[in-house]
């Protein structure tokens, strides 16, 4: 399995947000640490592309990312909320917390912008 359990999608005024829990068998885990498994940041990164891509109905390419911070470890079972939204035209923020637990955050400025 390489993406969580979808338990919900909304839409938003400018973006989408899903409530999503880790399964215990998702395939990052793999190695990724084996005496306390996590989510590594890149495949955070991986799910909010995902998540843009199906929002905007297209494939798409990422000019840069900015502000990325990775604050707490997103581990087996973890419920969580990941949203994006518009910024401006080309830009998305990206957030991924439960209550009061923040996982990630950043923006994504997708390719086309000037």
Avoid at 52 to 67: C, R, W
Avoid at 74 to 93: K, Y
Wanted: hydrophobic content about 40%.
């Amino acid at each position: 399995m390489k993406f969580p359990h979808v338990l919900e999608t909304l839409p938003t005024e400018v973006g989408r947000c899903l409530t999503l829990q880790v399964p215990p068998n998702l395939l990052y885990l793999q190695g990724h640490f084996p005496e306390m498994p996590v989510v590594p940041g890149v495949v955070q990164l991986h799910w909010v592309m995902e998540v843009l891509e199906d929002l905007l109905e297209t494939s798409i390419e990422t000019k840069k990312m900015e502000a990325v911070k990775f604050r707490e470890p997103l581990l087996p079972g973890s419920h969580f909320h990941l949203e994006v939204r518009q910024t401006d035209d080309h830009t998305w923020s990206f957030r991924l917390w439960y209550e009061q637990q923040k996982f990630s955050s950043g923006r994504v400025l997708l390719s086309g912008a000037l």
